[in-house]
């Protein structure tokens, strides 16, 4: 992405990642717990490219501090990645259900973070440059209600950058369940791609 990216840090104890992430290029502001960040974000309408959320925290936790980003219009489109110290499965999804773009478990090695952040940051870059491209040729007559509710499901994890693998271990299917599943979206939406069913999709408010 063009010029420095900003990155709010929130963690009650964010002095790792305060001090280490600026060393890598970016810009970064720092909440001790949910409602510090939601205040800043509020203050500081468009300025952040992405939000490291802890889920352990006082006051309000990560996952409250997630839903209420993912119900604010202003900010729902910022990038999250969850650091969590529990790595089970059903959490995990859970977190993504909610509106996580990614995740990490402590403890994690700085480079595992980077290539996280990097990942997540160049996805939205993608998405940024495509959607003018995309969308002249998207056919907007379709019926977004002929979707059934796990395809809707498999829908938006496409959108946050879920590959069919991920998909599949998300939802507890099979790779070629998926694949069923992302043919009968592209047939239903009159799309070619997973990028032109995502942009069509959010143009109808199916997703965020």
Excluded at 77 to 100: C, F, H, N, W
Aim: proline content about 4%.
């Amino acid at each position: 992405m063009d010029g420095i990216a900003s990155i709010l840090v929130v963690d009650d104890n964010p002095k790792y990642l305060a001090d280490a992430l600026p060393m890598y290029g970016y810009d970064v502001t720092v909440a001790n717990d949910g409602l510090e960040a939601l205040k800043i974000l509020d203050q500081k309408e468009g300025v952040f490219d992405l939000i490291l959320l802890d889920v352990m925290m006082p006051n309000m936790d990560g996952w409250d501090t997630l839903k209420a980003i993912r119900s604010n219009k202003k900010i729902k489109y910022i990038p999250v990645i969850m650091i969590t110290a529990v790595s089970e499965d059903q959490k995990v999804v859970s977190g993504l259900r909610i509106g996580a773009d990614d995740y990490i478990v402590k403890p994690f090695i700085l480079p595992n973070l980077l290539a996280r952040i990097e990942a997540v940051l160049r996805r939205c870059q993608w998405q940024k440059e495509a959607a003018p491209k995309q969308e002249a040729g998207l056919n907007k007559n379709v019926n977004i209600d002929a979707l059934t509710p796990k395809e809707k499901e498999v829908l938006a994890l496409v959108a946050k950058g879920a590959s069919n693998q991920e998909i599949a271990d998300q939802l507890y299917v099979r790779d070629v369940t998926v694949k069923t599943h992302l043919n009968s979206i592209f047939k239903k939406l009159k799309v070619t791609n997973r990028t032109q069913a995502v942009l069509l999709a959010m143009q109808m408010n199916l997703i965020s």
